[in-house]
């Protein structure tokens, strides 16, 4: 894992002039559900816009994809929930992962509501991907330590990270993490404030036109022992629970 660089201000004085709109239309997922007492498992519960992978993962990993680890939109307090559970058919641990169905996607600005947590080696995500993951842009929370938002762009395994002091603990509640992509400028937010702004070569990715991008919301468990997320061991305790939420997904051309 590459460290990344410490932000604790954002220097935007080389900022490029911004791109044009995308044309594509907005869209909003709230991932949650009013009514919590209908069927979970209907076609109706809310995640049918997503791809929900099953039995796959990295293999750096300690934990695989299981879809029995999404549980379907709960009332606005808790969205959608992705839990780390212990055992899967693969691995020490089952995490879990939501796919956009939507492809193409374009620039604009992209964000969600998340509540991480304190589990070292926990790591909570949204992030752009191309296909075969090429190229991505990342906001990831890790458990290791609750008040950094880890900000990334990554293409042909080439990182640009930057760590960014949110002033509080992202596993305490709800909050709004958003990324802005333009063509000369990639901007971060948290609760609607600019947190960093990153123009030049570091933001180049893979050009969203004809690319199949799409949009991705995840949680799981590190295997390795690093500064970054650390190694993930199942907290001590009884009805222990390690889960991120997420609800209030939005695209804005």
Known sequence: MVMPTFFNKINTSFALPTAAKS???PFFEPLINKNISSDSTSSSNGLQNFIIPNNVGPSAWSCTYMRDSVSSPGPSETGTVISIKKGSPKKSFSCGELISR????DYGRYS????????????????????????EIDIELTGLDP????????????????????????SKGWH???VEWRKDSITWF????????????????????GTNYKLVLNAWTNNGNDNWAGKFVWPKGR???????FKNLKYTP
């Open 23 to 25: 044309s594509r239309a």
């Open 102 to 105: 939507e492809t193409q996607l």
């Open 112 to 135: 969600v509501d998340m509540i991480s947590t304190a589990v070292k080696g926990h790591v909570t995500a949204l992030f752009l991907m191309s296909p075969g993951g090429t190229s």
């Open 147 to 170: 008040n950094i938002v880890h900000l990334n762009v990554w293409l042909n395994g080439r990182q640009n990270p930057v760590r960014v002091p949110l002033g509080f603990d992202a």
């Open 176 to 178: 709004n993490y958003a």
């Open 190 to 209: 948290v609760d609607g404030k600019q947190v960093l702004k990153r123009t030049g070569p570091v933001i180049k990715t893979v050009p969203p036109k």
């Open 239 to 245: 009805n222990v629970k390690v889960q991120s939420h």
